[in-house]
């Protein structure tokens, strides 16, 4: 296609900080795409990348080693890599990368995917206590597998988002006796609302979890620099050999601090074609950023800037920032992909598509939650903004449509399995600020109180 | 005002003309420019590959006759047992077919079709040396029909003596399926009914020998199940086996028929697999978009109206997906009449989608990988004598009723 050619940016440097799926993505889009400049890739872990939705699975489970998870290579890339050594800053003007060991990777482009890490419990002497884990990386599930594998008396999980559901259910199936401790009201509030969260509520509990909702951990307890339980906010105490802490991610943006880029806690903000913005809010050309890290807006919501979690969007978003990299102006795409993810627990598959918190209604369309089956549909002002469903994936795609073409809520009649026959509810979605663990989609419009102020340099 | 033989009101009827078997893609354009097109009959046609999909992720759209608003009984009896999961729709739909997967596929029995392997490969090693020094032969009867048959029997567990007995039970019902122009469908419709009632009845004797005295087969865990929800009502369990049974004769047959002649009438594409044997899982699904071996599926129903592509189609009218059609959609894949063993991104309908998704798909795509993969090395330097070759009757399951193949030096 001689079209296609023109103007395409096939040669030079281009810099990928982050070494996981969507910096491996972006760098497999390049090639394919034709890219045959140097290409690098900056990892601060040091294994190659890697799969992590196994980690709080199989891997938990004893049915895949934590080691076992690397992602497949789906062609040769080419690339130079720097693993083990963390990026420490960008120098936007000079254009290049500092790494953490002092050497300066010049790049005429750059991607940014430094994803997210697990947030750690906030008292550092009790995060350091041995029997004390977090679960993002392949490391941490190996450290994490062993103290399961030792046979605690008790687990303490500490957050009932997706990643402490998970090894709430792991352990349970593991035959270990768990308690899960949410400051919300349910769990997968966040996430979910709180009507499918106290359907969950009613399965954690079937399932043999000690569920606490709406109580604090005020304080690990320990004794000789092992944990021995935990205290809670009513008065409560446990006994437990092991504690998980799953309080959500922290993006991973401090190392932009300096840069003039507009990152921050919340992410790193771009424009609907991957390529990120400055502090003062002018789009860059040469600098684009996809996966956790990244807050873009989405016309299905508002135009609002997102950052998702889900790993869906990090292949999705990878191969919009790779192709818009290298491609002309005019060819450029946007990132418009519904998101999606799934979570496996309990004995369940549940899938989502759009942003359920991005609502204001819910209603069963299909199955009941009786047969453990079923589809949730949200509804935001009368229209279908997500969907989840339980052990029913394969009607998704049906629902994604009905998002993508702003189709009325609640759904019409029809479905053959339309069982319940319920009227909409409120899908009552929480502050995420009530909530233990952080959420794992951010609606991150701007904030109204938040000025900015313009700083002119001299000259 | 009388109907134009080229009007697309008239696709469906022209479509199932035998005249057009052996190349209905040109009618499929045709549909294609139409997206849906309302039969004379009242018939609703889709051949577009996205409102294709729409509509079979569609949860108002059922696949069971019952919901028809003028029931027909040709296709559907109005005696003899509920239809089996193809028929029916979730919930019921989710549980049968969940309990005949627990002994087949994961999550229950993630290597079952993977552990088949071997004896697939053995199976045609066997029946490609057949073939071996002769100068012309059947692929269809000598190779393409046996494979799967053996197979599939071995699968469920019907042993071997009683295959012929099968074959032909199998064979009576599919034609069953058919169309025929020129003659009174009523005879062959009973035939068929007749021999699924013989098959049932087999089946569920054959299983329950089995529920006493267990076996390594499908059967024998079928009629033991004993997992949270149950096993299948020995009626179910007999509508269900009918059914695996059928499908694993009378699809991968024309799937293997249908890539040898394709490879054939496509000399550069059998050399590259030849060179490059990595290829073989591609050009299988490749095949699967180009030639499959369910070309349409007949017996869904709009349980509301629904609107596609601007057209309201009725509650209750039937609703006919032409999958091959979508399947060579330009608007989904490039240059889509060509044959490219290779190509990527190529999610075709030739499994259909959605929940009634091919149930045998991991045991078709096996089977026919290591067919062609056979037939590749040990036939020498292979060549049709009749293209195109004599079609079965059925435009629903098409595929060549024989193949006639020479090889070696003319």
Redesign the interface.
């Known amino acids: 296609m001689p079209g296609e050619a023109r103007g395409a940016r096939r040669d030079g440097r281009i810099v990928i900080v982050g070494a996981s799926l969507a910096g491996l993505r972006a760098a497999e889009t390049l090639r394919d795409e034709g890219f045959e400049g140097e290409l690098t890739l900056v990892g601060d872990e040091p294994q190659l990348p890697y799969d992590r939705p196994p980690l709080s699975k199989l891997v938990l489970l004893g049915k895949a080693g934590a080691e076992d998870c690397g992602l497949p290579a789906r062609r040769p890339i080419d690339a130079r890599w720097r693993l083990g050594v963390p990026a420490s800053g960008v120098d936007a003007a000079g254009k290049s990368v500092v790494l953490a060991d002092g050497e300066r990777l010049p790049f005429d482009r750059l991607l940014i995917a430094t994803g997210t890490r697990a947030r750690p419990w906030p008292v550092p002497g009790e995060a350091a206590l041995e029997g004390v884990f977090t679960l993002r990386t392949s490391a941490d599930a190996g450290r994490l597998v062993a103290a399961l594998d030792a046979g605690p008396r008790r687990v303490l999980v500490i957050g009932a988002g997706f990643t402490g559901s998970e090894v709430a259910s792991a352990c349970r199936e593991r035959g270990l006796e768990v308690t899960v401790a949410e400051r919300g009201r349910a769990p997968l509030i966040g996430a979910l609302g709180g009507t499918v969260g106290d359907w969950a509520t009613r399965l954690q509990r079937a399932h043999g979890v000690d569920l606490r909702c709406g109580v604090t951990v005020t304080a690990l307890t320990s004794a000789g620099g092992r944990l021995t339980g935990a205290e809670f906010s009513d008065g409560s105490r446990i006994e437990a050999d092991v504690a998980v802490v799953c309080l959500g991610a922290v993006r991973n943006t401090e190392w932009l601090a300096d840069s003039g880029l507009a990152a921050g806690p919340r992410g790193v903000a771009c424009d609907a074609g991957c390529r990120v913005f400055t502090m003062y809010g002018i789009v860059t050309d040469d600098v684009f950023v996809a996966g956790d890290v990244a807050r873009f807006p989405h016309p299905l919501f508002e135009y609002q800037l997102i950052a998702l979690e889900h790993w869906g969007n990090a292949v999705a978003q990878a191969e919009i920032a790779a192709h818009n990299m290298i491609a002309p102006g005019p060819l450029r795409r946007p990132h418009l992909a519904v998101p999606s993810f799934w979570s496996g627990q309990f004995g369940l598959n549940i899938k989502s598509v759009g942003v359920p918190t991005f609502s204001d209604q819910v209603v069963i ?3 009941s939650p009786e ?1 453990r ?1 079923l ?1 949730a549909v949200y509804g935001y002002r009368g229209r279908i903004t997500a969907a989840v469903t339980v052990n ?1 994936a ?2 998704l ?2 629902y994604r ?1 009905l998002i993508e073409s702003a189709a009325p809520f609640p759904p ?8 319940a026959d319920l009227e909409p509810v409120p899908s009552d979605v929480p502050d995420p600020r009530v909530l233990t663990h952080g959420p794992t989609v951010a609606l991150t419009g701007h904030l109204p109180d938040r000025r900015l102020t313009l700083v002119r340099h001299d000259g | 005002m009388p109907a134009d033989a080229s009007s697309a009101d008239t696709l469906f009827r022209r479509i199932t003309d035998y005249a057009n078997r052996a190349d209905p893609y040109p009618l499929y354009a045709e549909l294609r420019e139409h997206k849906v097109a309302r039969q004379e009959d009242g018939k609703y046609l889709v051949g577009t590959y996205d409102e294709i ?2 509509l079979l ?4 759209v ?1 696949s ?1 006759l019952r919901n028809r608003a003028e029931p027909d009984p040709s296709i559907m009896p109005p005696e003899g047992p509920p239809p089996s999961f193809i028929g029916r ?3 019921e739909h ?1 549980r049968l077919r969940r309990l005949a997967m627990r002994p087949f596929g994961p999550p229950h029995s993630p290597g079952r079709i993977d552990a088949l392997r071997g004896d697939i490969a053995r199976i045609s090693g066997q029946l490609a040396d057949g073939l071996r020094g002769k100068s012309s032969f059947d692929l269809v009867d000598d190779f393409a029909f046996p494979l799967p048959v053996t197979v599939i029997c071995d699968l469920l567990g019907v042993p071997s003596e009683d295959i012929p007995q099968v074959h032909t039970w199998a064979d009576t019902v599919v034609s069953g399926l058919d169309f025929p122009p020129d003659e009174d469908p009523g005879a062959r419709r009973h035939a068929a009914y007749e021999a699924r009632s013989a098959m049932g009845q087999y089946l569920g004797e054959l299983a329950e020998k089995r529920r006493h005295s267990p076996t390594d087969d499908m059967l024998s865990a079928l009629a033991n199940e004993d997992g949270p929800e149950g096993a299948l009502t020995q009626q179910e369990l007999m509508v269900t086996t009918v059914l695996l049974l059928i499908a694993g004769h009378e699809t991968t047959v024309n799937l293997i028929t249908n890539g040898m002649l394709t490879l054939l009438r496509n000399p550069e594409a059998l050399e590259r697999l030849r060179a490059e044997p990595e290829l073989i899982p591609s050009a299988v699904e490749e095949l699967l978009r180009y030639e499959p071996p369910v070309q349409f599926l007949p017996q869904r129903t ?3 109206d ?1 609107e596609v592509a601007g057209v309201t189609i009725p ?1 209750g009218v039937p609703l006919i997906l032409v999958l091959a059609a979508g399947s060579r959609d330009p608007l989904r894949f490039p240059d889509p009449d060509r044959f490219d063993p290779a190509r990527r991104d190529n999610q075709h309908f030739g499994f259909g989608s ?2 009634h ?1 091919c149930f045998g798909a991991p045991l078709a795509r096996l089977e026919t990988q290591i067919a062609l993969t056979t037939l590749i090395n040990l036939l020498d330097g292979p060549r049709l004598l009749k293209d195109p070759p004599e079609y079965r009757n059925s435009p629903v399951l098409r595929g060549p009723r024989h193949l006639l193949l020479g090889q070696g030096k003319h």
């Open positions: 369309a299909q199955g047969e089956r589809v029913r394969k009607w795609e049906h449509r019409g009649p029809g479905a053959a399995d339309h069982l | 999909a729409a992720h569609d949860p108002r059922s069971d729709d979730d919930p989710d709009p349980l509301a629904i509650k959605g929940i998704n």
